[in-house]
Protein backbone atom coordinates (compact mmCIF):
# COMPACT_ATOMS: atom_id res chain seq x y z
CA UNK A 1 0.00 0.00 0.00
CA UNK A 2 1.44 3.46 -1.39
CA UNK A 3 1.93 6.14 1.85
CA UNK A 4 2.39 9.48 0.94
CA UNK A 5 3.27 12.50 3.77
CA UNK A 6 -0.54 14.40 4.08
CA UNK A 7 -0.72 17.24 1.83
CA UNK A 8 -2.24 19.56 4.93
CA UNK A 9 1.42 19.25 6.18
CA UNK A 10 3.30 20.21 3.07
CA UNK A 11 1.24 23.47 3.33
CA UNK A 12 1.78 24.28 6.71
CA UNK A 13 5.66 23.66 6.18
CA UNK A 14 5.52 26.24 3.28
CA UNK A 15 2.99 28.51 3.63
CA UNK A 16 4.81 32.25 3.94
CA UNK A 17 4.52 33.28 7.23
CA UNK A 18 2.31 36.00 8.27
CA UNK A 19 4.54 38.68 8.47
CA UNK A 20 5.96 38.42 5.09
CA UNK A 21 9.17 40.48 3.90
CA UNK A 22 9.08 43.48 5.91
CA UNK A 23 10.48 46.65 3.96
CA UNK A 24 12.17 49.45 5.85
CA UNK A 25 12.51 51.78 2.77
CA UNK A 26 8.42 53.02 3.49
CA UNK A 27 7.08 53.49 6.93
CA UNK A 28 3.93 51.85 7.95
CA UNK A 29 2.07 53.74 11.06
CA UNK A 30 1.83 51.74 13.53
CA UNK A 31 -0.09 51.71 16.95
CA UNK A 32 4.19 52.72 18.50
CA UNK A 33 4.40 55.54 16.19
CA UNK A 34 1.39 56.73 17.64
CA UNK A 35 2.08 59.22 21.06
CA UNK A 36 -1.69 58.17 21.78
CA UNK A 37 -2.34 55.35 23.77
CA UNK A 38 -5.43 54.92 22.25
CA UNK A 39 -6.93 52.56 18.88
CA UNK A 40 -5.72 54.31 15.93
CA UNK A 41 -9.05 53.71 13.80
CA UNK A 42 -8.68 51.90 9.95
CA UNK A 43 -9.41 55.32 8.42
CA UNK A 44 -6.39 56.99 10.19
CA UNK A 45 -4.22 58.22 7.29
CA UNK A 46 -0.95 56.12 6.98
CA UNK A 47 2.20 58.35 7.08
CA UNK A 48 4.98 58.13 4.31
CA UNK A 49 7.98 59.33 6.11
CA UNK A 50 11.14 59.58 3.34
CA UNK A 51 13.42 57.55 5.32
CA UNK A 52 15.62 56.49 3.38
CA UNK A 53 16.89 60.38 3.05
CA UNK A 54 17.42 60.24 6.87
CA UNK A 55 19.10 56.94 6.51
CA UNK A 56 21.21 58.96 3.75
CA UNK A 57 21.73 62.32 5.50
CA UNK A 58 21.77 61.30 8.97
CA UNK A 59 24.27 64.31 10.17
CA UNK A 60 21.81 66.80 7.90
CA UNK A 61 18.90 65.82 10.06
CA UNK A 62 21.18 65.89 13.42
CA UNK A 63 22.06 68.95 13.23
CA UNK A 64 18.94 70.20 12.55
CA UNK A 65 17.31 68.52 15.96
CA UNK A 66 20.82 70.66 17.62
CA UNK A 67 19.66 73.72 15.80
CA UNK A 68 16.28 73.42 16.77
CA UNK A 69 16.83 72.54 20.23
CA UNK A 70 15.22 69.21 19.86
CA UNK A 71 18.56 67.45 22.27
CA UNK A 72 16.66 64.05 22.73
CA UNK A 73 15.36 63.62 18.80
CA UNK A 74 18.96 64.32 17.39
CA UNK A 75 20.12 60.89 18.56
CA UNK A 76 17.88 59.56 16.31
CA UNK A 77 19.07 59.79 12.77
CA UNK A 78 22.14 57.61 13.88
CA UNK A 79 19.82 54.97 15.90
CA UNK A 80 17.42 55.11 12.80
CA UNK A 81 20.81 53.81 10.67
CA UNK A 82 21.91 51.23 12.93
CA UNK A 83 18.65 49.71 13.34
CA UNK A 84 18.47 49.66 9.62
CA UNK A 85 21.62 47.76 9.12
CA UNK A 86 20.20 45.04 11.78
CA UNK A 87 17.44 44.87 9.70
CA UNK A 88 19.84 44.06 6.64
CA UNK A 89 21.51 41.69 8.30
CA UNK A 90 18.18 39.87 9.15
CA UNK A 91 17.62 40.14 5.48
CA UNK A 92 20.68 38.48 4.50
CA UNK A 93 19.48 35.57 7.06
CA UNK A 94 16.07 34.92 6.03
CA UNK A 95 17.61 34.95 2.60
CA UNK A 96 19.49 32.11 3.17
CA UNK A 97 16.72 30.51 5.14
CA UNK A 98 14.38 30.87 2.31
CA UNK A 99 16.40 29.79 -0.49
CA UNK A 100 17.12 26.14 1.22
CA UNK A 101 13.29 26.37 2.26
CA UNK A 102 12.53 26.45 -1.48
CA UNK A 103 15.30 23.44 -2.32
CA UNK A 104 13.07 21.66 0.12
CA UNK A 105 9.55 22.48 -1.51
CA UNK A 106 11.45 21.47 -5.05
CA UNK A 107 12.47 18.26 -3.01
CA UNK A 108 8.92 17.36 -1.81
CA UNK A 109 7.51 18.23 -4.88
CA UNK A 110 8.80 14.94 -6.52
CA UNK A 111 7.47 12.05 -6.21
CA UNK A 112 10.36 10.34 -4.98
CA UNK A 113 10.33 12.37 -2.03
CA UNK A 114 7.08 12.94 -0.70
CA UNK A 115 6.17 9.20 -1.27
CA UNK A 116 7.57 7.00 1.58
CA UNK A 117 7.29 3.88 0.09
CA UNK A 118 4.73 1.14 0.65
CA UNK A 119 6.89 0.34 4.02
CA UNK A 120 9.22 -1.79 2.25
CA UNK A 121 12.25 1.16 1.92
CA UNK A 122 12.93 2.23 5.73
CA UNK A 123 15.55 4.31 4.48
CA UNK A 124 13.54 6.49 2.42
CA UNK A 125 10.64 6.70 5.24
CA UNK A 126 13.89 8.21 7.58
CA UNK A 127 14.91 10.65 4.67
CA UNK A 128 11.14 12.54 4.78
CA UNK A 129 11.14 12.54 8.26
CA UNK A 130 14.30 14.19 8.11
CA UNK A 131 13.46 16.80 5.91
CA UNK A 132 10.40 17.41 7.55
CA UNK A 133 12.15 18.08 10.37
CA UNK A 134 14.28 20.51 8.59
CA UNK A 135 11.67 22.17 7.26
CA UNK A 136 9.60 22.82 10.18
CA UNK A 137 13.20 24.40 11.61
CA UNK A 138 13.18 26.86 8.99
CA UNK A 139 9.93 28.05 8.88
CA UNK A 140 10.20 28.69 12.52
CA UNK A 141 13.60 30.26 11.91
CA UNK A 142 12.10 32.62 9.20
CA UNK A 143 9.19 33.25 11.53
CA UNK A 144 11.42 34.16 13.96
CA UNK A 145 13.48 36.77 11.75
CA UNK A 146 10.79 38.35 10.67
CA UNK A 147 9.07 39.00 14.22
CA UNK A 148 12.70 40.73 14.77
CA UNK A 149 12.27 42.68 11.58
CA UNK A 150 8.92 43.64 12.23
CA UNK A 151 10.18 45.02 15.71
CA UNK A 152 13.12 47.08 14.14
CA UNK A 153 10.75 48.34 11.21
CA UNK A 154 8.35 49.87 14.07
CA UNK A 155 11.38 50.89 16.49
CA UNK A 156 12.23 53.09 12.60
CA UNK A 157 8.67 54.29 12.51
CA UNK A 158 8.70 55.93 15.31
CA UNK A 159 11.92 57.57 15.96
CA UNK A 160 11.72 59.25 12.26
CA UNK A 161 8.29 60.32 13.16
CA UNK A 162 9.56 62.12 16.37
CA UNK A 163 11.76 64.16 14.15
CA UNK A 164 10.62 67.79 13.55
CA UNK A 165 10.75 69.44 9.47
CA UNK A 166 14.30 70.39 7.71
CA UNK A 167 14.95 73.86 8.37
CA UNK A 168 14.46 76.29 5.54
CA UNK A 169 18.04 78.20 4.46
CA UNK A 170 16.06 81.75 4.98
CA UNK A 171 15.78 81.07 8.99
CA UNK A 172 18.73 81.94 11.09
CA UNK A 173 20.12 79.24 13.87
CA UNK A 174 20.10 79.84 16.91
CA UNK A 175 17.97 81.99 19.42
CA UNK A 176 17.44 85.20 17.86
CA UNK A 177 15.02 86.64 15.56
CA UNK A 178 16.37 88.91 12.45
CA UNK A 179 14.03 92.29 12.16
CA UNK A 180 12.43 92.41 9.10
CA UNK A 181 10.82 95.55 9.29
CA UNK A 182 8.13 97.98 10.98
CA UNK A 183 4.05 98.54 10.33
CA UNK A 184 3.27 102.07 11.50
CA UNK A 185 6.25 102.87 12.36
CA UNK A 186 5.54 106.24 12.81
CA UNK A 187 2.83 106.25 14.72
CA UNK A 188 3.40 108.29 18.09
CA UNK A 189 2.62 105.61 21.39
CA UNK A 190 0.54 106.30 23.89
CA UNK A 191 1.92 108.14 27.18
CA UNK A 192 -0.27 105.05 29.41
CA UNK A 193 0.85 102.11 30.64
CA UNK A 194 -2.14 100.73 31.74
CA UNK A 195 -2.82 97.67 30.72
CA UNK A 196 -6.25 95.89 29.00
CA UNK A 197 -6.81 94.28 32.34
CA UNK A 198 -7.27 97.86 34.33
CA UNK A 199 -9.10 99.48 31.55
CA UNK A 200 -11.22 96.62 30.02
CA UNK A 201 -12.67 96.04 33.57
CA UNK A 202 -12.86 99.79 33.87
CA UNK A 203 -14.98 99.98 30.72
CA UNK A 204 -17.04 97.02 31.72
CA UNK A 205 -15.64 95.20 28.65
CA UNK A 206 -13.47 92.44 30.16
CA UNK A 207 -14.47 90.41 33.60
CA UNK A 208 -11.80 88.05 34.62
CA UNK A 209 -12.97 87.39 38.22
CA UNK A 210 -16.61 85.86 37.27
CA UNK A 211 -14.50 83.50 34.98
CA UNK A 212 -12.10 82.68 37.50
CA UNK A 213 -15.26 81.37 39.47
CA UNK A 214 -16.86 79.61 36.19
CA UNK A 215 -13.96 78.23 34.62
CA UNK A 216 -10.42 78.94 36.85
CA UNK A 217 -7.73 81.09 35.43
CA UNK A 218 -6.99 81.29 31.67
CA UNK A 219 -10.62 82.07 30.83
CA UNK A 220 -12.18 85.54 30.27
CA UNK A 221 -15.59 87.31 29.60
CA UNK A 222 -15.87 89.45 26.97
CA UNK A 223 -18.72 91.87 27.42
CA UNK A 224 -20.56 94.25 25.73
CA UNK A 225 -18.59 96.54 23.27
CA UNK A 226 -15.51 93.79 24.30
CA UNK A 227 -18.37 90.87 22.96
CA UNK A 228 -18.85 93.40 19.96
CA UNK A 229 -15.50 93.71 18.90
CA UNK A 230 -14.44 90.44 19.17
CA UNK A 231 -17.47 90.29 16.33
CA UNK A 232 -16.13 92.96 14.13
CA UNK A 233 -12.57 91.83 14.15
CA UNK A 234 -13.43 88.42 12.65
CA UNK A 235 -15.75 89.74 10.41
CA UNK A 236 -12.99 92.65 9.07
CA UNK A 237 -10.75 89.63 8.95
CA UNK A 238 -12.92 87.53 6.95
CA UNK A 239 -13.60 90.29 4.85
CA UNK A 240 -9.90 91.02 3.95
CA UNK A 241 -8.99 86.84 3.17
CA UNK A 242 -12.17 86.51 0.90
CA UNK A 243 -10.81 89.59 -1.45
CA UNK A 244 -7.34 87.85 -1.57
CA UNK A 245 -9.09 84.16 -2.76
CA UNK A 246 -9.38 82.55 0.00
CA UNK A 247 -12.99 79.90 0.61
CA UNK A 248 -14.63 80.28 3.94
CA UNK A 249 -14.45 77.12 6.34
CA UNK A 250 -15.74 76.91 9.69
CA UNK A 251 -13.69 73.96 11.34
CA UNK A 252 -14.53 71.47 14.35
CA UNK A 253 -12.96 72.45 17.58
CA UNK A 254 -12.89 68.31 18.34
CA UNK A 255 -10.02 66.25 16.44
CA UNK A 256 -8.64 62.99 16.74
CA UNK A 257 -5.40 62.78 18.99
CA UNK A 258 -3.29 61.23 15.82
CA UNK A 259 -4.51 63.88 13.34
CA UNK A 260 -3.11 66.71 15.83
CA UNK A 261 0.45 64.46 16.06
CA UNK A 262 0.29 64.19 12.78
CA UNK A 263 0.39 67.80 12.06
CA UNK A 264 3.14 68.44 14.59
CA UNK A 265 1.31 68.56 17.90
CA UNK A 266 2.15 66.51 20.86
CA UNK A 267 0.84 66.10 23.54
CA UNK A 268 3.48 67.67 25.59
CA UNK A 269 6.03 70.47 24.59
CA UNK A 270 10.42 69.63 24.42
CA UNK A 271 9.92 71.12 28.68
CA UNK A 272 7.55 68.26 29.26
CA UNK A 273 4.67 70.64 29.50
CA UNK A 274 1.51 69.61 28.89
CA UNK A 275 -0.16 71.59 25.25
CA UNK A 276 -3.15 69.42 24.51
CA UNK A 277 -6.18 69.14 25.91
CA UNK A 278 -7.41 65.77 25.80
CA UNK A 279 -10.92 64.04 26.15
CA UNK A 280 -11.71 61.75 28.35
CA UNK A 281 -13.12 58.13 27.41
CA UNK A 282 -15.44 56.22 29.90
CA UNK A 283 -14.94 52.91 30.61
CA UNK A 284 -17.45 52.07 27.30
CA UNK A 285 -15.10 54.08 25.18
CA UNK A 286 -12.17 52.30 26.53
CA UNK A 287 -13.14 49.05 26.04
CA UNK A 288 -14.38 49.36 22.65
CA UNK A 289 -11.01 50.95 21.99
CA UNK A 290 -12.52 53.86 20.39
CA UNK A 291 -10.01 56.56 19.24
CA UNK A 292 -8.82 59.45 21.62
CA UNK A 293 -10.12 62.81 20.98
CA UNK A 294 -8.72 66.11 21.83
CA UNK A 295 -9.28 70.06 21.43
CA UNK A 296 -8.15 71.84 18.67
CA UNK A 297 -5.34 74.18 19.78
CA UNK A 298 -5.40 75.39 16.43
CA UNK A 299 -7.96 75.52 13.30
CA UNK A 300 -4.50 74.07 11.27
CA UNK A 301 -5.12 71.19 12.74
CA UNK A 302 -8.45 70.42 11.14
CA UNK A 303 -7.79 72.57 8.12
CA UNK A 304 -4.68 69.92 7.50
CA UNK A 305 -7.12 67.05 8.34
CA UNK A 306 -9.47 67.81 6.25
CA UNK A 307 -7.44 66.20 2.90
CA UNK A 308 -6.21 63.38 5.02
CA UNK A 309 -6.09 60.41 2.62
CA UNK A 310 -6.69 62.58 -0.28
CA UNK A 311 -5.49 63.35 -3.83
CA UNK A 312 -5.70 66.46 -4.74
CA UNK A 313 -5.32 67.77 -8.59
CA UNK A 314 -2.88 70.12 -9.49
CA UNK A 315 -5.69 72.13 -11.70
CA UNK A 316 -6.92 73.02 -7.66
CA UNK A 317 -4.03 74.38 -6.43
CA UNK A 318 -2.11 76.66 -4.59
CA UNK A 319 -6.00 75.64 -2.53
CA UNK A 320 -6.85 78.11 0.44
CA UNK A 321 -9.17 78.64 3.05
CA UNK A 322 -9.91 80.59 6.07
CA UNK A 323 -12.03 80.40 8.93
CA UNK A 324 -12.87 81.31 12.53
CA UNK A 325 -12.86 78.73 15.40
CA UNK A 326 -12.47 78.11 18.87
CA UNK A 327 -9.21 77.45 19.80
CA UNK A 328 -8.11 75.78 23.32
CA UNK A 329 -4.22 75.64 24.35
CA UNK A 330 -3.41 74.03 27.75
CA UNK A 331 -0.02 75.34 28.25
CA UNK A 332 -1.45 78.70 29.74
CA UNK A 333 -0.45 80.21 32.64
CA UNK A 334 3.08 79.06 32.78
CA UNK A 335 4.67 82.26 30.93
CA UNK A 336 5.15 84.59 34.02
CA UNK A 337 3.77 87.71 33.11
CA UNK A 338 2.45 86.74 30.13
CA UNK A 339 -0.45 85.00 32.08
CA UNK A 340 -2.15 87.99 33.39
CA UNK A 341 -5.19 88.75 31.26
CA UNK A 342 -5.90 87.86 27.44
CA UNK A 343 -2.33 87.45 26.64
CA UNK A 344 -1.53 83.92 27.05
CA UNK A 345 -5.28 82.27 27.43
CA UNK A 346 -6.90 78.69 27.93
CA UNK A 347 -9.43 79.65 25.24
CA UNK A 348 -9.85 81.96 22.57
CA UNK A 349 -11.42 83.01 19.40
CA UNK A 350 -8.92 82.92 16.27
CA UNK A 351 -9.20 83.38 12.73
CA UNK A 352 -6.85 81.39 10.05
CA UNK A 353 -5.57 81.06 7.26
CA UNK A 354 -4.57 77.62 5.51
CA UNK A 355 -3.24 76.65 2.18
CA UNK A 356 -1.97 73.72 -0.16
CA UNK A 357 0.88 74.03 -3.27
CA UNK A 358 2.49 72.06 -5.16
CA UNK A 359 6.30 71.50 -4.35
CA UNK A 360 7.74 74.28 -5.96
CA UNK A 361 8.30 77.84 -5.30
CA UNK A 362 4.38 78.35 -5.29
CA UNK A 363 4.26 77.85 -1.48
CA UNK A 364 6.58 81.06 -0.99
CA UNK A 365 4.46 82.72 -3.10
CA UNK A 366 1.43 81.96 -0.55
CA UNK A 367 3.42 82.49 2.12
CA UNK A 368 4.41 86.03 0.76
CA UNK A 369 0.52 86.16 0.11
CA UNK A 370 -0.52 85.33 3.95
CA UNK A 371 1.89 87.96 5.63
CA UNK A 372 0.88 90.95 3.51
CA UNK A 373 -2.91 90.36 4.19
CA UNK A 374 -1.03 90.55 7.57
CA UNK A 375 0.28 93.69 7.38
CA UNK A 376 -2.67 94.95 5.23
CA UNK A 377 -5.02 94.15 8.78
CA UNK A 378 -2.72 95.28 11.38
CA UNK A 379 -1.68 98.54 9.59
CA UNK A 380 -5.14 99.65 9.26
CA UNK A 381 -5.56 98.82 12.61
CA UNK A 382 -3.47 101.06 13.44
CA UNK A 383 -1.26 99.48 15.13
CA UNK A 384 2.55 99.90 15.50
CA UNK A 385 4.20 96.14 14.83
CA UNK A 386 7.61 94.70 13.71
CA UNK A 387 7.80 91.89 11.69
CA UNK A 388 10.43 88.95 12.51
CA UNK A 389 11.69 86.04 10.69
CA UNK A 390 12.03 83.96 13.64
CA UNK A 391 15.10 81.42 14.68
CA UNK A 392 15.11 78.10 14.31
CA UNK A 393 14.46 77.39 18.43
CA UNK A 394 11.34 78.70 17.81
CA UNK A 395 10.18 76.01 15.08
CA UNK A 396 7.52 73.88 15.76
CA UNK A 397 7.76 70.32 15.03
CA UNK A 398 6.38 70.65 11.43
CA UNK A 399 7.85 74.46 10.53
CA UNK A 400 10.53 74.92 8.32
CA UNK A 401 10.07 78.70 8.49
CA UNK A 402 8.32 80.95 10.29
CA UNK A 403 7.98 84.92 10.37
CA UNK A 404 6.04 86.49 13.13
CA UNK A 405 4.55 90.05 13.45
CA UNK A 406 4.66 91.57 17.25
CA UNK A 407 2.51 94.51 18.20
CA UNK A 408 3.52 96.97 20.82
CA UNK A 409 1.64 96.62 24.31
CA UNK A 410 2.42 99.76 26.60
CA UNK A 411 1.65 97.52 29.68
CA UNK A 412 4.42 94.71 28.53
CA UNK A 413 7.33 97.59 28.74
CA UNK A 414 9.37 95.59 31.39
CA UNK A 415 9.45 92.66 28.89
CA UNK A 416 10.29 92.11 25.55
CA UNK A 417 10.48 95.99 25.53
CA UNK A 418 6.50 95.89 25.19
CA UNK A 419 6.26 93.88 22.11
CA UNK A 420 4.32 90.54 21.81
CA UNK A 421 3.33 88.37 18.87
CA UNK A 422 -0.48 88.46 17.54
CA UNK A 423 0.49 86.44 14.19
CA UNK A 424 2.85 83.80 12.90
CA UNK A 425 2.98 82.63 9.66
CA UNK A 426 4.94 78.78 8.99
CA UNK A 427 5.75 76.99 5.54
CA UNK A 428 5.54 73.46 6.33
CA UNK A 429 6.73 72.17 3.33
CA UNK A 430 5.40 68.08 2.86
CA UNK A 431 6.10 67.36 6.41
CA UNK A 432 2.25 67.43 7.00
CA UNK A 433 0.95 65.95 4.17
CA UNK A 434 3.43 63.04 4.32
CA UNK A 435 1.68 62.40 7.57
CA UNK A 436 -1.42 62.36 6.82
CA UNK A 437 -1.04 60.72 3.40
CA UNK A 438 -2.18 63.72 1.38
CA UNK A 439 -1.37 63.48 -2.25
CA UNK A 440 -1.33 65.67 -5.54
CA UNK A 441 -1.57 64.61 -9.20
CA UNK A 442 0.99 66.97 -11.36
CA UNK A 443 -0.14 67.61 -14.88
CA UNK A 444 2.22 65.02 -15.71
CA UNK A 445 -0.09 62.58 -13.56
CA UNK A 446 2.57 62.30 -11.17
CA UNK A 447 1.47 62.09 -7.25
CA UNK A 448 3.67 64.07 -5.03
CA UNK A 449 3.31 65.79 -1.18
CA UNK A 450 1.82 68.94 -1.69
CA UNK A 451 3.17 71.42 0.65
CA UNK A 452 0.74 73.39 3.34
CA UNK A 453 1.47 76.75 4.76
CA UNK A 454 -0.40 78.30 7.15
CA UNK A 455 -0.45 81.70 9.04
CA UNK A 456 -2.82 84.00 11.39
CA UNK A 457 -5.37 86.36 9.90
CA UNK A 458 -6.58 87.46 13.42
CA UNK A 459 -5.48 86.27 16.94
CA UNK A 460 -8.68 87.76 18.52
CA UNK A 461 -8.01 88.56 22.11
CA UNK A 462 -4.38 89.63 21.57
CA UNK A 463 -5.71 91.96 19.53
CA UNK A 464 -8.72 93.43 21.88
CA UNK A 465 -5.62 93.65 24.45
CA UNK A 466 -3.92 96.00 21.86
CA UNK A 467 -6.64 98.08 21.05
CA UNK A 468 -7.85 98.60 24.63
CA UNK A 469 -3.86 99.76 25.09
CA UNK A 470 -3.09 101.48 22.34
CA UNK A 471 -6.15 103.34 21.86
CA UNK A 472 -6.94 104.63 25.65
CA UNK A 473 -6.98 108.02 26.21
CA UNK A 474 -6.46 109.10 29.95
CA UNK A 475 -8.07 111.95 29.86
CA UNK A 476 -11.36 111.42 28.09
CA UNK A 477 -11.61 107.44 30.24
CA UNK A 478 -12.54 105.97 26.69
CA UNK A 479 -11.08 103.70 23.87
CA UNK A 480 -10.94 104.72 19.86
CA UNK A 481 -12.23 101.77 17.86
CA UNK A 482 -10.08 101.67 14.66
CA UNK A 483 -12.28 102.86 11.82
CA UNK A 484 -11.99 99.60 9.75
CA UNK A 485 -14.20 98.07 12.38
CA UNK A 486 -16.89 100.46 12.61
CA UNK A 487 -19.09 98.75 9.99
CA UNK A 488 -19.32 95.68 12.34
CA UNK A 489 -20.04 98.04 15.54
CA UNK A 490 -23.30 99.00 15.41
CA UNK A 491 -22.46 102.47 15.40
CA UNK A 492 -20.63 102.42 18.53
CA UNK A 493 -17.35 104.04 17.54
CA UNK A 494 -16.24 104.79 21.21
CA UNK A 495 -16.48 103.10 24.39
CA UNK A 496 -16.60 105.07 27.02
CA UNK A 497 -17.75 103.58 30.63
CA UNK A 498 -19.80 100.63 31.39
CA UNK A 499 -23.38 101.61 29.83
CA UNK A 500 -25.63 99.62 27.48
CA UNK A 501 -24.55 99.29 23.51
CA UNK A 502 -26.18 102.24 21.53
CA UNK A 503 -27.53 99.88 18.57
CA UNK A 504 -27.73 101.96 15.41
CA UNK A 505 -30.95 100.68 13.86
CA UNK A 506 -29.60 102.13 10.00
Not at 139 to 161: C, D, N, P, Y
Not at 391 to 415: H, N
Request: proline share 5%; with cysteine.
Amino acid sequence: MECRWPTYLYEILFRPCNYGRTRARHIRYTHSACSSSSHRPSIAPKPAIDIKHIRQNPLLYRQNCIDRNYEAQSKHPSLIVERFELWKQLQQQARHLRERSNRLQAEFSTSKTLEAGSGHDPDRHIEGDALFAEARHLKAGIREIEEKEHTLVSEIEVLAIALPNLTSKETPRGTEPVLLGYINADRTLTSSSNSHVHIGTELGVLDLGSASATSGWGWYFLKNEGALLEQALVQYALSVTLRHGFSVTSPPSMIYSHIAFACGYRPRDQGGEQQIYTIAHDDGHVLQRKPELCLAGTAEIPFAGMKANTELESSELPMKIVGSSRCYRAEAGSRGTDTKGLYRVHEFTKVEMFGWTLPDGSATDLFDEMMSIQREILESLGLRCRILEQPSVDLGASAARKQDIETYFPSRQARDEGWGEVTSTSICTDYQSRRLATRARTKSGKLVFPYTVNGTAMAIPRIVAAILENFWIDSQNCVHIPEVLWPWMHGIKVIQGSRPIAVDEN
